[in-house]
């Protein structure tokens, strides 16, 4: 957990096993995060913590920032300015990289691939890849249709 070593003026401060935040995060109703702490007797050991206000808030703000992604995407598909490729990569916060390493196809091609003209193009075999990586239909694919939108 970020913040168990604090350094203030070039020392460093351990938390300790008692100081471990226990706010209420986004999965603490779910889950707990196991943490590293300084126990009594001057160890590390792990502590489970509840989350951490100020983790839960940068959470907070990332997710905006994909939300907004995922809209800006699909405006841009919305005017043919790039593929449904981007809509879905957007949406499962994948990039380029990382379609080519499940789907097999070269980093280069899934690039060209985000070009709408070049989508447009592609063969039922490549939409299909792309359509099982997302776990939707060619057609949902074609037209960004999902259960989450």
């Known amino acids: 957990m970020i ?3 604090l350094t203030v003026n070039k020392k460093c401060i351990l938390m300790k096993k008692e100081e471990i935040p226990q706010d209420p995060g986004a999965l603490s109703k779910i889950t707990k995060e196991v943490c590293y702490a300084v126990d009594e007797s001057g160890q ?3 502590s489970l913590s509840d989350g951490w206000e100020v983790k839960a808030s940068a959470l907070d703000v990332a997710w905006k920032d994909v939300e907004q992604r995922i809209k800006s995407a699909k405006q841009r598909v919305a005017n043919k300015e790039a593929s449904p490729l981007l809509y879905f990569m957007e949406l499962h916060v994948m990039d380029i990289a990382i379609v080519s390493a499940y789907t097999g196809i070269w980093k280069w091609q899934v690039k060209k691939h985000l070009r709408y003209a070049v989508f447009e193009k592609l063969s ?3 939409l299909q890849k792309y359509a099982d990586l997302f776990e939707v239909s060619v057609s949902d694919l074609k037209n960004m249709t ?4």
């Not at 999902?146 to 939108?149: F, G, L, R, V, Y």
């Open 3 to 5: 913040g168990q070593r």
């Open 44 to 46: 590390y050991s792990t």
């Open 124 to 126: 039922a075999s490549r």
């Open 146 to 149: 999902t259960n989450e939108t």
